[in-house]
């Protein structure tokens, strides 16, 4: 019979195996998206990524006759427990074969870590954060993911529960089209909230990208500081994650709203670079940059990535606005097609906004939890 292993990550040879080892879950698999090999080294640099300023991380790999046959992440992240007044540790980056002892063993690895930093309840899927990929996918596993949202094989629900871990939040995303999302309802309650308010709907302004990063992060630590879940990123951590996006990002659909000169609210936008990556089979920088490069104008589909208003506005109607400003623009640039994600299951006004414009919810995330004895 062969043993099962399950070892700590301890090298940089180990982090590349790890990271590589992803790929062995998603063979033929026409619907996985992989990541940049390069993207995935900056995320779990402890020492360089600055979230590791505020958190801590063990990472482990299960092994069966020198194969790898699973992987998990356990991370503390003490600015979400201070945020929340909670004691609890997360699990992330889970990959495992269709069996359950080594899911088992590996939830235990990660678990028997969780305990030695004190916290007494462990979450997840959470790689490595709220602000990255979030969530286990549980509905619509016939589409690929957008731009920086996780896919996983069905199964993996069943290893999670398998382990004790029970559901604590869904999370939804919403498919929107140009042919549905332009209503009678959703262009009258954007001009009646225009006019009352006197708003200003402006785009990003890539020549002051700094200041207009600073206006966003501010905009953005307002907004969603009561959120289940999430945790404001420090200015270094936002401005590292805003060095990334640059390369990426399209200004015409990145909006900030103003009254009197003042920000109320914005909505980011992303193109899926996914349509692009998901032929780079190997996840190798080189020749993914190049085909983004050369692709670029071939992306139709966009991710509604974070929309929302300042608390003082939150009843005012400015998140249809939004809404529709967004998809008016999102359209001129040739993007017919987008996805809301993620909205919580229990956040009224957004699944209200994505209703509105005739959304249709195509994929649904879970959030697990168990104490820790």
Not at 118 to 146: C, I, K
Not at 195 to 212: P, S
Not at 339 to 352: T, Y
């Amino acid at each position: 019979m062969s043993i099962l292993t399950i070892r700590p990550v301890t090298s940089a040879a180990d982090e590349l195996r790890f990271i590589k080892a992803q790929w062995l879950f998603y063979e033929g698999n026409p619907h996985w998206v992989p990541p940049l090999i390069m993207d995935r080294k900056k995320l779990i640099d402890r020492r360089k990524n600055p979230f590791y300023n505020h958190a801590r991380m063990e990472l482990f790999l299960a092994e069966r006759e020198g194969a790898v046959v699973g992987r998990i992440g356990a991370i503390v992240n003490d600015n979400h427990n201070r945020e929340h007044n909670e004691n609890i540790g997360f699990f992330g980056f889970f990959e495992c074969v269709s069996e359950q002892p080594v899911a088992d063993a590996l939830f235990d690895a990660a678990a028997a870590w969780l305990k030695t930093q004190g916290v007494t309840a462990m979450r997840g899927p959470a790689s490595p954060s709220v602000n990255d990929e979030y969530g286990l996918l549980v509905e619509g596993f016939d589409r690929s993911p957008m731009v920086m949202m996780p896919y996983n094989p069905p199964y993996y629900a069943g290893l999670i529960e398998g382990y004790g871990l029970q559901k604590v939040k869904d999370l939804y995303a919403y498919e929107v089209s140009s042919k549905t999302v332009f209503t009678d309802k959703l262009k009258r309650v954007a001009k009646i909230v225009r006019d009352r308010e006197g708003l200003v709907v402006r785009t990003l302004d890539m020549k002051n990208f700094k200041n207009e990063v600073k206006t966003i992060r501010e905009l953005y630590a307002r907004g969603w500081e009561r959120n289940w879940g999430e945790v404001p990123m420090t200015e270094e951590e936002f401005n590292y994650a805003a060095g990334d996006l640059k390369a990426i990002v399209d200004p015409d659909i990145v909006i900030i709203a103003e009254i009197k000169g003042k920000p109320v609210g914005f909505g980011m936008t992303l193109p899926d670079i996914n349509q692009v990556l998901i032929k780079n089979r190997k996840g190798r920088l080189i020749p993914g940059a190049l085909r983004l490069l050369l692709n670029r104008k071939k992306i139709n589909e966009v991710r509604i990535v974070i929309l929302g208003v300042i608390p003082e506005y939150l009843n005012s109607g400015i998140g249809g606005l939004l809404f529709y400003e967004t998809g008016v623009r999102c359209v001129e640039k040739g993007y017919p097609v987008g996805e809301a994600s993620w909205v919580l299951e229990d956040n009224v006004m957004m699944n209200r906004g994505a209703q509105l414009m005739n959304g249709v919810l195509t994929k649904r995330y879970r959030l697990f939890q168990k104490p820790l004895a």
